[in-house]
């Protein structure tokens, strides 16, 4: 019943740019942390962004100045805008909805693939 469905992803060139979508159902997101993160081959899932229900948002250190995370309350959606992307950043891309008040309690998505070629 509750869906986090991303989209957006695809095959982009290392310079290029790619925005990915988070929509969410079942939940209303402006009661979350929405968070995105990613998994690359081989690699440990790995916290990418997130945005609170006040909408604070932090980066990965790494990622700070390509990446913008976003949010519409309105439209029930995330965003991840990726700009200037490497063949690094190449990964399954996860939406994850987590419920502050409730530690431990969160939702996600099936992942979207970005491959980034050189």
């Known amino acids: 019943q509750v869906q986090l469905v991303e989209s957006g992803g695809g095959l982009v060139q290392a310079g290029g740019s790619l925005r990915l979508s988070c929509a969410a159902s079942g939940i209303s997101i402006k009661d979350y942390v929405m968070n995105w993160f990613r998994q690359a081959p081989g690699k440990q899932r790995e916290w990418v962004a997130w945005?609170?229900?006040?909408?604070?948002?932090k980066y990965l250190e790494s990622l700070e100045g390509r990446f913008t995370i976003s949010r519409d309350n309105a439209k029930n959606t995330v965003t991840l805008q990726m700009n200037s992307v490497k063949p690094e950043d190449t990964a399954v891309y996860y939406c994850?909805?987590?419920?502050?008040?409730?530690?431990?309690?969160?939702?996600w998505g099936q992942g979207t693939q970005v491959t980034v070629s050189s």
């Open positions: 945005t609170t229900s006040g909408n604070n948002i």
């Open positions: 994850n909805a987590d419920l502050q008040a409730v530690p431990g309690y969160e939702y």
